[in-house]
Nanobody, 119 residues
Framework: QVQLVESGGGLVQPGGSLRLSCTASGSIFSFNAMGWYRQAPGKQRDLVAAITSGVSTNYADSVKGRFTISRDNAKNTVYLQMNSLKPEDTAVYYC?????????????WGQGTQVTVSS
């Protein structure tokens, strides 16, 4: 059973920074991609950033230039460095791991971590 454990959320002032971590119960090499999604109250869950096993990355337009996703394979951990935070970044952030086979695509999710940007 895959487990993803997130940490690093909290309350930060506008313009501040936070780093989220997501540690998998097994090797992250087994996943085709890992990423971070976020969901604000009353809104859908949207992709924030993703990184493939080949370390290609993609970002939502709203976070480009401010957020950076990275991975440490030795620690089975993916990070999201968030700089220049804005109130509109407030949401629950979820770690996602994706495993693609010829037969299906499986998504695994963490429990979520709250990020609140407020003065």
């Amino acid at each position: 059973q895959v487990q993803l454990v997130e940490s690093g959320g909290g309350l930060v002032q506008p313009g501040g920074s936070l780093r989220l971590s997501c540690t998998a119960s097994g090797s992250i090499f087994s996943f085709n991609a890992m990423g971070w999604y976020r969901q604000a109250p009353g809104k859908q869950r949207d992709l924030v950033a993703a990184i493939t096993s080949g370390v290609s990355t993609n970002y939502a337009d709203s976070v480009k230039g401010r957020f950076t996703i990275s991975r440490d394979n030795a620690k089975n951990t993916v990070y999201l460095q968030m700089n220049s935070l804005k109130p509109e970044d407030t949401a629950v952030y979820y770690c996602n791991a994706k495993r693609v086979s010829p037969y299906d695509t499986r998504d695994y999710w963490g429990q979520g971590t709250q990020v609140t940007v407020s003065s």
